[in-house]
């Protein structure tokens, strides 16, 4: 008796991975394999699948770990060190356009208290000596009867912008200027001039 090739059966065999039923038994698949190597192959290709499912879950489970765990001790202190790069090449900049600031705040104040005692001179007839010093513009000196100020509202003494107080001399210790009003600068060297930012 000839069995014939039952392509029905074979493919719901095949395309479920369930093992075969008496009803099947009697069918051959097409191509001329055998219902019992049928059965191996599927049993086999079931085994393949389900260890690729676990494989794939011990992968991802890993993964989940590691994510789960986050930074280490190595990565924390690349961070810290790259940080400590930037901020290294970043600061010495960020100082020097500070410096910079400030020393353009010194001149502006020192021209605006020219224009000051430019004033004082128009009312007195002549600006303070190195004694009176900056404070005649809030104090009316004793012999200054044509006074009319205060000429600055602060009555402190006035700061430059690295708090040191304004450096004043009348007559001026340089040629064809009145008076000297500087700035010590950064460094507050009164005594240096190589380092004072004075009137033009």
């Known amino acids: 008796m000839i069995e014939r090739c039952d392509k029905r059966h074979a493919g719901q065999i095949r395309n479920s991975h369930r093992s075969p039923t008496p009803s099947d038994r009697g069918a051959v698949p097409c191509g001329g394999t055998a219902p019992r190597d049928h059965l191996q192959n599927a049993r086999k290709e079931r085994r393949f699948i389900s260890g690729k499912r676990k494989k794939t879950a011990r992968f991802i489970g890993f993964h989940k770990k590691r994510d789960e765990k986050g930074f280490t ?8 060190a790259i940080l400590g790069l ?7 900049a960020a100082l020097r356009q500070l410096g910079g600031a400030r020393t ?6 020192i021209e605006r208290m020219g224009q000051i005692l430019d004033l004082y001179k128009l009312d007195v007839g002549s600006y303070p000596s190195t004694d009176e010093g900056l404070q005649a513009l809030v104090t009316r000196p004793a012999d200054a009867e044509t006074w009319n100020g205060p000429y600055v509202k602060d009555s402190r003494p006035l700061l430059d912008p690295w708090n040191h107080p304004y450096i004043y001399r009348n007559p001026s210790d340089r040629p064809d200027h009145d008076y000297d009003l500087c700035s010590a600068g950064p460094a507050g060297h009164g005594d240096d001039p190589a380092h004072q930012i004075c009137n033009p």
Do not use: D
Not at 86 to 92: D, M, R, S
Not at 104 to 109: D, K
């Open 73 to 80: 001790l190595i990565e924390l202190l690349v961070v810290i």
């Open 104 to 109: 353009s705040v010194a001149r502006q104040s």
């Open 86 to 92: 930037l901020i290294g090449l970043v600061a010495p």
